[in-house]
């Protein structure tokens, strides 16, 4: 009798469906076509000769024997992932491309304006900045080093404090100080998305009305430069902007700024001079 064998493609593609959901999105996150997806997870299950998974409510529940694959998978996914990071890691010269993941207001406004500065030292180095104000997933190699407003919690990550973010109250640069600390002009301020963070509760708990709310840190600022109200901004967004005055500063909110990259990468000669030049301008936040 043939001797039943499993491919790690059919493995992979498991792994990729319970985290995305749904086939269509396994199948883009692969580079595969929808049928592709599907073929391997059907191949898988002849393998195990065993159903890996069923779908109750739209959604797909796995089977006890989807549950040692996926484990199986997931192994397997980070045994690779090691090796890789390894590989990167020993990668000679201080050259190569370093993808950094930061959040769109910190990325695009305090990193990206003082990269000038990390190229004169280091020509050879391509920074690719990923701004996005999720978590980003170190994991899945999505980027090289990520700048995060907590501590990571990743056990196979370094967390490396760099950095504090301070607040103030902003108001439009010809609105009068009285006006602006008025309980009756109304706020601009970020969306609550359920993630308890303390530049979103603090304006909650003012008692003023808002004006205009947006997931948007810089769009924020732009209602407030606008004149639609005044705003809990970070100094590094507010502080020195035309248009804006600072009306008061917020000592009770704060964020830590914290650098996670893997264990590998922290003397490896690539990624150093990115994870220092990191962390010598994050401490300079204001």
Known sequence: MQKSTISWDDLLTLSTLMRT????????????????AIRRIRRLEAALGKPVATRADGTFVLTAAGRNALTAARQMEQSADRLLREIEGTAPGVSGMVRVAATASLGSHFLTPR???FYVGNPDVEVRLEVDNRVTSLAKRRAHIAVRLARPKEDTMVAQRAGTIHFGVYA???????QADSRDTPMCGLLDEGFS????????????RFSFQSNSLLAVREGVRA????????????ADEPGLALIRNVPEVVREIWLAYPVEFR???RFRPVIDWLAETLAECP
């Open 115 to 117: 990269l000038p500065a």
């Open 267 to 269: 003397g490896a000669s």
């Open 197 to 208: 963070l303390p530049e979103v509760e603090w304006p909650l708990a003012q008692a003023r």
């Open 172 to 178: 439009p640069a010809d609105m009068p100080a009285a």
């Open 21 to 36: 959901g749904s086939y269509s999105a396994c199948a883009r996150e692969l580079d595969i076509t929808h049928a592709t």
């Open 227 to 238: 004149g639609l109200g005044v705003a809990l901004l970070p100094h590094y967004l507010g």
